[in-house]
């Protein structure tokens, strides 16, 4: 075994010592020999033999290798002392010898025990020790079995090989103990039966299989289980038995694996790169796993990584969960680096914490559980074909890579932490909640998609009531994305989109509070059955589409959208305030409606399509503001009572469009809709319809050919008011209030409603009315200047103003049967022609003042009932074009009556101060008494062919008299006549022929003929 010889000379007088053994060559028949027994008397020392045995060698004993045989064959007899075989009974000793042999145990056989200073050769047979063996000098088991009841020694030092056969069989109790070297070769199996192998030493495996049967390998600290070469997979497997790491298992080789029971409290290491080691599932460790290269799998079952445990990783390092069904349970604290979770189920236990580190790690088809939580402070990346599931709770600390078109099932909780980056470049994908109100995916650093032209989910099921929300950055490079809510979930973060790229909000109930953003060229559209939430002052800076649901500010908040934005249908509700600096555009059909308490308009609103919004809030455009109108139809309709309005303070502006577009409060509550801005229409007509008082201090351009109705309510127009162009202001129904001095030049149509002036108003525009009224202030004046004006139906013209026709304009009445009712003051600077038949009834303060031209054109036609027609000296009465009677009642007349066809009666007196009295040839002016009374004086002028005829009644001659300058024939009586008070004085270049005309003249005043 050895050279050394102090070792050899210790053995040999160790064993001549005990057993008195002599080395003759005559190798005498050995007797057992009987036990020396030394006493000690006064310092010396006695030996007396006590027994001598010399029958058969019934009891144990020693029997020592002497090599009589000259070989190093176990079974030549003669290399015995006792010249026989050891047997049952014996303890087989072989002492150091010279040289290196090896001796060769290869048949079957039992001894006692075996201490052997010598290599011994297992190699046939079945070898049984009763008890201990102590290979002193090492062993070679190649085929056989070899088992003991006891422990089978193989020192420090010492080098052994196991190349085929068994260790332990059944019915024995065999420990190994090894503190030397042990070498594993050979493509057969091995099997460690009924035994235990403690390795406190080296165990190295280059080939085959070691099935540790109804066994226990124990790895003890501070041995090294090495694994190299080809073995078979697994190279260590169990049947009904352990194997138990405490020291170093180390493997440089490629796939293979350990089965059954393995429990590790030491280190298993795998060193080389292509190594792929698997640890078989079902079992608890509490020791390190290094896989400085090559990977270390976990296998299928239940494996608990207890306190104690820890993962490290270097070069190609890797660790893989990666066994479908399988649970790997984490149960304490412990970080991992290099990990590939690619399936099975990593359950991390209460309050513990499975941190992920360093580069390299994977996660695909796994599953997160536990209640405790994974946190990545490393990078993991996301690959494979299947997705994964996580019931526990991921955080991310580090770097998460979404690269493949994958999309993660979350029934428990997602936290990006602050600071971390979850980067997707996947083309499709997502993060989908759908846990219940327990599960919900928190960002509060990046996510951020760099790659992908897909659809990317971040999606919180409608089942139950998960939450999906922001609180970092979301910034959106590429591609599309969708944030689904299922429940309140709040945004405190931002939304960076870039340009082309869009991200749409649906579903649930979805907030964004203090410091949430959604900035960039990107589009963020909001739609399904959504409420989004305006818990703070927020601004959305990119394009954004309302396209569903309800965005809702709360009170005393503020929404700023200052880009493009889109509206399409939903509604935009809340006590708080929307406002819109960037450009809105109404495109469809269909438009958010508006139920906000504020929606303010600063920027530019296009209205192109025919949806009319559905106002219940305030709409309120600013004087920056800008609403353009291209739609062929559309509108803004205010219905939310008293509590809503729409209100311009900046500019409406309707440029193309050939239908009705409508500005409307709805007659239910007292909205109000008004312009104190400016109102162009450009094209088609409007309708501005009013419920309450909208006062509008505003400016309503009107372009030719357009036209707006003010309908409904009432609508006032204060300072600053005007209605102006080419166009037509109709006024229908309800009433309007012109409070403020003003100039109106656009046409002006009152088709049923009562306009009420009660300020100096000037119309240059025509004013056409064909019901309803008109109501002048007291010592104010409505003014129709430039143009002609009609009033073409019935109706009240009435208070204590004057409506007064300009010298520049004329007034058409045509009452067409309706009648007239006058009961304001009708100045006339210009020309009134009353067209058709119908009644001027004036009453109360009713008076007609004439300066112009009042021409009578229709026989029907009447002024009556008490009211004054009053024709000063420039002004001209005049009956023309139609034959007839037209009757009037009181006129007072000092300027020119011209009667040109038909006749004129005028039966309620009046105070006749000269004049000048033009009747042609055929027609007659006629006067009469059916009330009131008549006062002429100064002189009055009449010609004509035709005649002035008095049908009864007083004449009162009033002043110094009265002239008659008549033609002659000119002026007859046809009824009963009184004329009293001044004298009468005919010229005498007039005649003095008087035709009674049948009547009877009673004159009680002076009558001359010059």
């Not at 359950?347 to 360093?358: D, E, I, M, N, S």
């Not at 960002?443 to 409608?462: D, E, H, M, P, Y």
């Not at 500010?553 to 600096?581: E, M, P, R, Y």
């Not at 108003?761 to 109501?775: E, M, P, R």
């Amino acid at each position: 075994m050895s050279s050394n010889r102090t070792r050899t000379n210790f053995f040999r007088s160790l064993f001549k010592t005990i057993f008195r053994h002599s080395n003759n060559s005559n190798k005498p028949q050995k007797r057992k020999m009987a036990p020396v027994v030394e006493t000690f008397s006064r310092g010396r020392r006695h030996r007396s033999t006590l027994v001598e045995v010399l029958e058969t060698r019934a009891l144990l004993a020693t029997v020592t290798w002497d090599g009589g045989a000259g070989t190093f064959n176990w079974f030549d007899a003669n290399n015995w002392d006792t010249n026989a075989v050891p047997t049952t009974a014996d303890d087989a000793v072989i002492p150091d010898l010279s040289g290196t042999p090896t001796i060769a145990l290869n048949a079957t056989t039992t001894v006692n025990s075996i201490t052997s200073a010598e290599r011994i050769a297992f190699s046939v047979g079945t070898i049984t020790i009763n008890n201990a063996g102590s290979f002193l000098g090492g062993l070679d088991l190649s085929s056989g079995t070899l088992s003991s009841n006891g422990s089978l020694v193989t020192p420090v030092g010492t080098t052994n090989s196991w190349s085929g056969g068994t260790l332990g069989r059944s019915g024995t109790s065999t420990v190994v103990d090894n503190a030397g070297t042990w070498s594993f070769s050979g493509a057969a199996s091995r099997n460690l039966q009924n035994a235990t192998f403690n390795n406190t030493g080296t165990f190295s495996q280059v080939a085959g299989q070691l099935v540790v049967n109804t066994s226990a390998f124990n790895n003890q600290s501070g041995s090294t289980y090495s694994v190299s070469g080809s073995p078979s997979s697994p190279f260590l497997t169990t049947l009904s038995g352990s194997v138990n790491n405490a020291g170093l298992l180390t493997c440089s080789t490629t796939a293979i694996s350990i089965g059954g029971t393995f429990s590790n409290t030491g280190t298993v290491q795998t060193t080389a790169p292509g190594t792929n080691l698997t640890i078989p599932g079902g079992n608890s460790h509490s020791g390190t796993f290094d896989a400085t290269n090559g990977t270390i799998t976990f296998g299928t079952g239940a494996t608990n990584f207890n306190t104690g445990t820890t993962f490290s990783a270097g070069g190609t390092g890797a660790f893989s969960f990666n066994t479908g069904g399988a649970n790997y349970n984490f149960n304490d604290d412990i970080s991992i680096t290099h990990a590939g979770f690619s399936a099975g189920n990593i359950v991390v236990a209460a309050t513990k914490t499975l941190t992920v580190t360093g580069t390299g790690n994977t996660l695909s088809a796994a599953v997160i559980a536990g209640s405790g939580q994974v946190r990545n402070t490393g990078t993991v990346t996301l690959t494979g074909a299947s997705s994964p599931s996580i019931s526990g709770t991921f955080s991310n600390a580090g770097t998460f890579n979404h690269t493949a078109a994958l999309s993660i099932g979350v029934t428990g909780h997602v936290i990006n932490e602050l600071g971390a980056q979850y980067l997707i470049t996947a083309n499709t994908g997502g993060l989908n909640v759908s846990g219940g109100s327990t599960s919900g995916i928190q960002n509060l650093g990046t996510i951020q998609r760099t790659a992908g032209t897909g659809t990317f989910n971040f999606n919180a099921s409608v089942v139950g009531t998960p939450t999906i929300e922001n609180d970092g950055v979301v910034d959106l490079q590429t591609g599309t994305a969708t944030w689904q809510g299922a429940s309140d979930s709040t945004h405190n973060g931002s939304f960076l989109l870039s340009n082309s790229t869009t991200l749409t909000f649906s579903s649930g109930t979805q907030s964004f509070g203090t410091g949430s953003t959604i900035s960039g060229q990107g589009t963020a559209v909001f739609n399904a059955s959504t409420a989004f939430n305006i818990s703070d002052d927020v601004t959305f800076s990119s394009r954004v589409t309302i396209s569903g649901g309800t965005v809702v500010a709360a009170s005393t908040k503020t929404l700023t959208l200052s880009d493009v934005v889109d509206f399409q249908s939903g509604a935009i509700n809340g006590t708080g305030t929307v406002v819109l600096s960037g450009t809105g555009n109404v495109a469809g059909a269909s438009v958010p409606a508006l139920g906000v308490s504020n929606f303010t308009l600063t920027g530019t609103m296009n209205h192109s399509g025919t949806a009319s919004w559905g106002v219940t809030g305030n709409f309120g455009i600013t004087g920056t503001g800008q609403y353009l109108i291209t739609a062929s139809t559309g509108g803004l309709n205010v219905s939310g009572g008293a509590t809503s309005s729409i209100r311009n303070q900046g500019l409406i502006r309707r440029t193309a469009g050939a239908g009705n577009f409508n500005f409307v409060a709805s007659i239910a509550g007292t909205p109000t809709v008004e312009n104190d801005g400016t109102v162009e229409i450009q094209s088609g007509t409007a309708t501005w319809q009013g419920a309450s008082d909208s006062t509008h201090n505003g400016t309503f351009d009107l372009s030719s050919g357009t036209t707006l109705t003010f309908t409904n309510g009432t609508q006032s127009f204060g300072t600053g008011a005007g209605i102006i162009g080419a166009g037509s202001a109709t006024f229908s129904s309800g009433i309007s209030n012109f409070t403020g001095a003003g100039t109106y030049s656009a046409a002006i149509n009152a088709t049923g409603a009562t306009l009420n002036f009660s300020d100096n108003n000037t119309l240059q525009g025509a004013l056409t009315v064909s019901s309803g009224g008109i109501t002048v202030s007291s010592a104010k004046t409505l003014s129709l200047a430039a143009t002609t004006h009609s009033w073409n139906a019935g109706g009240t013209l009435s208070g204590a103003g004057t409506l007064q026709v300009a010298a520049t304009g004329t007034f058409v009445i045509n009452p067409n049967g309706a009648g007239l009712a006058l009961q304001t003051i009708l100045s006339n600077l210009g020309t009134i022609n009353v067209t058709t038949a119908g009644a001027i009834n004036m009453s109360g303060a009713g008076t007609i003042s004439n300066a112009g031209l009042i021409d009578l054109k229709n026989p029907a036609a009447t002024l009556t009932n008490g009211g004054i027609i009053t024709n000063t000296s420039s002004g001209t009465l005049r009956k023309s074009t139609a034959t007839g009677t037209v009757t009037l009642g009181r006129v007072d007349n000092s300027g020119t009556i011209d009667v040109q066809t038909g006749t004129l009666s005028m039966n309620q007196g009046g105070v006749w101060t000269g004049g000048t009295y033009t009747v042609s040839s055929g027609a007659l002016l006629q006067t009469t008494l059916t009330g009131g009374s008549w006062t002429w004086s100064g002189t009055m002028t009449g010609s004509g062919a035709g005649q002035m005829k008095h049908l009864g009644g007083n004449i009162a001659i009033a002043g110094s008299g009265v002239t008659w300058a008549f033609a002659p024939g000119f002026f007859t009586y046809g009824a009963t006549t009184t004329v009293s008070g001044q004298p009468v004085t005919v010229p005498a270049t007039k005649g003095a022929t008087f035709d009674l005309n049948g009547g009877t003249v009673t004159v009680s005043s002076t009558f001359n003929v010059a």
